[in-house]
C-alpha cells in the first residue's frame, strides 16, 4: 500500500502563485509516475502534469507554460508550482502515484486540495 499526503492548497487572487507538495509512504517501487489531476463539481477528473521517476512530464495543454512539476526522488515527493493562476484552475487538486506490480499498474490517490483561484 501507498499513502499520498498533499499540502500547499488555499485561496489565491488571479495572477498569484501557489505550490503544492505530495509525500508518498508505504511500498514504493524506484520506477514510478507521480503526477497532479484536479476535478471540479459534476466534471470528470483531469491530468494537470505528470512526471516519471527519469524525469520525462506531460502536461495539459491549458497549463503549460504556467505551471511546472518536479519531483524529489529521495523524498518520494512531487511539487507543483503554478503561477499565472486564473479563476479557471479553481479545483480540487489530486496527487496520483502509479506504478507496476508484476503485469498490473498499481494506482494511488491522496485526499485532494483545494485551490480556489478569485479576487
Known amino acids: 500500500q501507498v499513502q499520498l499526503v498533499e499540502s500547499g492548497g488555499g485561496l489565491v487572487q488571479p495572477g498569484g502563485s501557489l505550490t503544492l507538495s505530495c509525500a508518498a509512504a508505504g511500498s514504493i517501487f524506484s520506477i514510478n509516475t507521480m503526477g497532479w489531476y484536479r476535478q471540479t463539481p459534476g466534471k470528470q477528473r483531469d491530468l494537470v502534469a505528470a512526471m516519471s521517476a527519469g524525469g520525462r512530464t506531460n502536461y495539459a495543454d491549458s497549463v503549460k507554460g504556467r505551471f511546472t512539476i518536479s519531483r524529489d526522488n529521495a523524498k518520494n515527493t512531487v511539487y507543483l508550482q503554478m503561477v499565472g493562476l486564473e479563476p479557471d484552475d479553481t479545483a480540487v487538486y489530486y496527487c496520483?502515484?502509479?506504478?507496476?506490480?508484476?503485469?498490473?499498474?498499481?494506482?494511488?490517490w491522496g485526499q485532494g486540495t483545494q485551490v480556489t483561484v478569485s479576487s
Open positions: 496520483n502515484l502509479v506504478q507496476r506490480r508484476g503485469y498490473f499498474d498499481e494506482n494511488y
